[in-house]
């Protein structure tokens, strides 16, 4: 029908209503209200036609005979008088006493020819390649942006296939242009999404695609681009056709790989600290990648673990090359040996470089590129032969002391720019830090290092309960050497671990003796299977004990400040995802769940270790799997004037942050929390809760009776089946019978059968309400009993027994996959 003079309201809200097959308002929506200024009151049980700005009979009429939906503009008639035009659907229903009903939703009708006008200008001055397609791969649709790229004109685009222009030519195609070098890929990817959205239904998703024109010798730059495909559907679901939008990422290509190259310097600079080994691999990380000649060269102050000067004055600087690398085999470019030193001349880019302390970049353009290469004649000749054509000289600055220059030359790839320079400092400034820790390393090298090195654990190894990880970082050397702080990882039987952490009283070699003196007390006393409170308590009478010792000794040492400790122990079961915690002055450990909220455990802090006459609480909570518990000391919480709460709480906000493996959230926090200027040890152990579930944990309640022994073993067998252990079946039977008879004999009910199957164990336990604990001896020729848990130590790893709130538990573990050796 034709449009009816009137006034169009843009931006209106769609509005709904109801009527029935009389032509009676049934329903009326705010939005309805909204577009043509009538409230519900007026309208609601009151015919229809007087809201309509215009005849609509006979099409009431056919609508109602047919039964069948509409849509077409209608001229509504506003409350105050005007025409409203919109766009109208009237879809049929039939309500709960079978009478037919009509909804009918409006919106206000839009220009349609100048709303396609304003699209085409938009995606025309768009600055990527829009295009739609059929289903069959031919363009229906592009705009400027694409047709640009491709090198053809519209029309000859139209109702083409992108691999067709490439191959057939024509008028208006350019065959060299390089967006179509990947259009069979392209096109392939085009009808490859249609096909998938028609086969998946509504699930189909869109499919990106990235291509190169790097490896097209035609084209003489690097482009690299984006192309998001994705289906466009009918409102009934039927894929009509594909949408592919391309973009020109080559800078965010870069930045990633600058990002790759800053993170393998991450992960390679400073693996060891040794400062020739750290500057040979700066040297390895930027060549090829940054440079095609890289050379670092050090201070010999440096290189021989000494302390750099703290400033350098205009004159002669005697260098070290300390490493180089090449792109060449051989590395035929260096002008100076590894090992060999070089003297800079007082005027020499290299002084001005280490004087300055910034960093110079030139090309064969700039004077400077010449003014470099002049200052040696070995030099000039080399850049010559190898034509280099680009420089930069970078010093390497840590702790704001120089330590050495870092040189970059590119003879094959286009010549460094600003965002190589910035990626060069960024580099040197990690390798100097790395270099400068080398430094300090192979300068304090002596007895403290080796003594800390000792003590405190090498590797945390995984566990079925928990995965670690861990940083340690002494007070600089000013603050007193090598401090107590201290961490360890103890397994505990039932697939338990117990996470400790420490920080004794002090700094030097004292603090790092009873730092091994504890750590081993609390290993020894684990194995015992002391609960946390219990545990601490032992602790505490040692530590009273040595400052007894130290005041023997020397009066002067005897009071508990000088040999006190701080110290925090929690036991993690997998089983049950209960965490038991007690502190003996310690800060509480910080968790948190796996969506980032913190789990709060109120922990008791008792008095630090050596006070001596006051009791120790431990507190609990059940923690769900995946959480995050970090145990860290002072040096890492409270550095300076850092208020307590404060340091819990950004320490929660790390630990909530996103990361890949646990080593990144130790970094992260180390990051966040660690002072530029450390006047303390921190230590930081953070584990990763894990769950035994229902399949990897067997039950069985026993009775008294020695009846029981068969279906215990029966029950134990055939859930060795149901894990696939069938090797194990023989050994823990022969475990089963003599733990599960020994209970019956000598305990008191009730009596309870466990398995545990862990990653690389199968655990045995029995538990019962005695609590006096089994041991072994010898049996007489003669003895009829006496022999079982002789049999149980030889054909199992170990054995223990630890006591429980209402008795004891006797276990068992075996290793899986082989016999005990």
């Known amino acids: 029908m034709d449009r009816p003079e009137g006034d169009i309201v843009p931006g209106a809200d769609t509005a709904s209503a109801v009527v029935d097959a009389h032509g009676v308002v049934r329903a009326w929506s705010p939005g309805a209200e909204r577009l043509i200024g009538r409230p519900a009151r007026e309208v609601v049980d009151r015919p229809a036609a007087p809201l309509l700005a215009q005849d609509v009979s006979a099409l009431a009429r056919r609508c109602l005979a047919e039964r069948a939906a509409w849509h077409g503009r209608v001229a509504l008639r506003h409350a105050d008088g005007r025409a409203v035009t919109a766009r109208l659907v009237a879809a049929p229903s039939v309500d709960g006493a079978g009478e037919t009903r009509w909804l009918l939703t409006a919106s206000p009708w839009q220009r349609v020819e100048e709303h396609l006008r304003l699209l085409e200008w938009a995606f025309d001055q768009s600055g990527n390649a829009l295009s739609v397609y059929d289903t069959q791969g031919r363009i229906r649709w592009t705009n400027a942006v694409s047709l640009e790229r491709m090198g053809v004109d519209r029309d000859v685009a139209i109702g083409r296939e992108t691999e067709d222009l490439l191959s057939t030519g024509g008028s208006g195609v350019a065959p060299d242009a390089p967006f179509l070098t990947s259009s069979p890929h392209i096109a392939e990817a085009i009808r490859r999404v249609a096909e998938v959205a028609r086969d998946a239904g509504r699930r189909g998703r869109r499919q990106r695609l990235e291509f190169s024109t790097a490896d097209d010798p035609a084209t003489p730059e690097n482009i690299t681009w984006a192309v998001d495909i994705s289906p466009v559907r009918a409102p009934d679901g039927e894929v009509r056709g594909v949408f592919a939008a391309s973009s020109d990422i080559s800078d965010q290509v870069a930045a990633r790989r600058r990002l790759a190259l800053l993170k393998e310097a991450g992960d390679r600079l400073g693996s060891t600290l040794e400062v020739t080994r750290t500057a040979q691999e700066l040297t390895d990380i930027v060549v090829p990648d940054l440079a095609d000649f890289a050379s670092v060269e050090l201070l010999p102050q440096v290189t021989g673990g000494g302390e750099p000067p703290p400033s350098l004055s205009r004159g002669e600087i005697r260098l070290r090359r ?62 010559e032969r190898f034509g280099f054509h680009s420089a930069m000289i970078v010093p390497l600055r840590a702790r704001g002391t120089v330590l050495g220059t870092a040189l970059f030359l590119r003879n094959r790839a286009a010549p460094f720019v600003r965002d190589d320079l910035l990626l060069a400092e960024e580099l040197c400034a990690r390798a100097a830090v790395s270099i400068d820790n080398a430094r300090r390393y192979a300068r304090e090298r002596g007895t403290a290092l080796a003594l800390q090195r000792s003590l405190l654990p090498q590797r945390l190894q995984g566990h079925a309960a928990v995965r670690v990880a861990s940083r340690y970082r002494p007070a600089g050397s000013r603050a007193g050497g090598v401090g107590g702080d201290w961490f360890d990882v103890v397994p505990l039987s039932g697939t338990r671990v117990a996470l400790v952490i420490g920080d004794v009283v002090g700094h030097g070699l004292h603090a790092s003796a009873t730092m091994g003196r504890l750590r081993t007390a609390v290993r020894t006393l684990a194995d015992v299977d002391l609960p946390p409170d219990e545990l601490l308590t032992h602790l505490d009478d040692l530590v009273s004990h040595l400052a007894e010792q130290a005041g023997a000794i020397d009066p002067a040492a ?5 040999i006190g400790a701080t110290c925090l122990y929690a036991i993690y079961d997998p089983v049950s995802r209960r965490c038991v915690v007690a502190s003996a002055g310690h800060p509480p450990p910080v968790i948190v769940a796996p969506d980032g909220t913190p789990v709060r455990i109120d922990v008791t802090p008792g008095p630090p270790l050596g006070v001596g006459g006051l ?15 970090a145990l860290a000391t002072n040096g890492l919480l409270t550095p300076r004037d850092r208020a307590f709460d404060t340091g819990q709480h950004l320490l929660e906000e790390v630990l909530a942050g996103p990361s890949e493996s646990l080593e990144d959230v130790c970094d992260a926090v180390m990051s966040a929390l660690l002072p530029d200027k450390q006047t303390d040890d921190a230590a930081l152990l953070v584990a990763r809760t894990r769950a035994l579930d229902a399949e990897h944990v067997a039950t069985l309640d026993l009775a008294a009776d020695p009846s029981v022994v068969a279906r ?30 020994n209970a019956i004999r000598h305990a008191a009910p009730p009596i309870q059968l466990r398995l545990i199957r862990g990653e690389s164990s199968l655990i045995c336990e029995v538990s019962d309400s005695s609590s006096t604990a089994p041991h072994l001896r010898r049996a007489r020729t003669y003895d009829e009993g006496g022999r079982g848990l002789l049999l149980v130590a030889q054909l199992t790893q170990q054995w223990g027994t630890r006591q429980t709130a209402t008795g004891k538990t006797i276990w068992a573990e075996q290793q899986l996959g082989g016999p005990v050796g």
């Open 322 to 383: 300390v490493a180089h690398q090449s792109l060449t085999e051989g590395i035929p470019e260096a002008v100076v040996a590894r090992g060999d030193t070089y003297v800079h001349r007082a005027d020499s880019t290299t002084v001005r470089c280490l004087t300055e302390g910034r960093a110079i970049m030139a090309d064969s353009s700039d004077p400077d590129f010449d003014r470099w290469s002049g200052e040696d004649p070995e030099r000039d000749a080399i850049t």
């Open 558 to 562: 005897s009071s508990v400040g000088e």
């Open 615 to 629: 009791p120790f609480e431990a507190s609990e909570v059940e923690l769900p799997e995946g959480s995050l518990v």
């Open 712 to 741: 215990a073993r029966k029950a134990a067998a055939d859930q060795l089946v149901a894990w696939n252990l069938p090797d194990a079946a023989f050994i823990t039977e022969l475990v089963v019978s003599e733990l599960v008879t």
